[in-house]
């Protein structure tokens, strides 16, 4: 079993296909939310296999969530615009970064690739 993924994503439609994306290989959906508090109260409540988070704008709230994450050992994939904001230069190589626009299903293998690569398949069921 996949375990919780977390998505962290401001726009509803980005989260439904990334939520269907996970759902179809057994996975449990956390979230989607849409700022940095409510994805730390999901990660304050519950085990996190994964996490996939947009980035837009400038980029630091999502550089916020991805260094907690980071921080935690959660395996993470970041969606964002292409040259990637500034505050994401941060994280040099501790997560993989996709550029937009990207089917959910390829964030969903990336999301799987970091996983393995991190050896936290292992996470509680949901």
């Not at 439609?13 to 959906?29: M, Q, T």
């Not at 989607?32 to 519950?46: E, F, G, N, Q």
């Not at 907690?68 to 615009?81: C, D, E, H, M, Y």
Request: glycine share 10%; net charge negative; hydrophobic share 45%.
């Amino acid at each position: 079993m996949l375990g919780s993924i977390l998505i962290v994503d401001g726009n509803a439609y980005n989260g439904f296909g990334l939520s269907l994306a996970i759902e179809e290989n057994d996975g449990c959906v956390a979230g989607p939310v849409a700022t940095a508090a409510d994805a730390c109260i999901i990660l304050d409540s519950r085990p996190i296999a994964g996490a996939i988070v947009d980035c837009d704008g400038d980029g630091s709230e999502a550089a916020d969530v991805v260094m907690l994450l980071a921080g935690r050992g959660i395996p993470t994939v970041v969606q964002t615009v292409w040259p990637p904001p500034s505050a994401l230069q941060a994280l040099n190589g501790r997560t993989t970064v996709l550029v937009k626009p990207v089917d959910a299903t390829l964030v969903l293998d990336a999301l799987l690739a970091e996983i393995r690569r991190t050896d936290q398949a292992s996470e509680p069921p949901c």
